[in-house]
């Protein structure tokens, strides 16, 4: 994987959206393609780990509803997952 260079203001990273289904609506994430390389760079092997950094990095450029967390962890691993086995 290309190493991922940082957005050098919000306007890039607002560039980099990606959608995807969290809880049956469709949510636009930026910087989702360069969180999900930086973690599979990381080899994390559980499940619960990889949703831990794809959080973390998500929260960074996004806002994450307290009370949808558990959708977004699941659709991120999901993501991930899919991602990674390409």
Avoid: F, W
């Avoid at 890039?12 to 760079?41: F, K, P």
């Avoid at 780990?49 to 973390?56: N, R």
């Amino acid at each position: 994987m290309a190493e991922m260079k940082k957005p050098c203001c919000a306007a890039e990273a607002m560039r980099r959206i990606r959608q995807i289904d969290v809880g049956g609506i469709t949510i636009g994430l930026a910087m989702l393609d360069d969180a999900m390389h930086e973690v599979a760079r990381m080899n994390l092997l559980k499940d619960e780990e990889i949703a831990d950094e794809l959080m973390k990095r998500m929260r960074i450029y996004n806002y994450i509803p307290k009370a949808a967390e558990q959708q977004y962890r699941s659709a991120l691993l999901r993501e991930y997952t899919h991602e990674v086995k390409r």
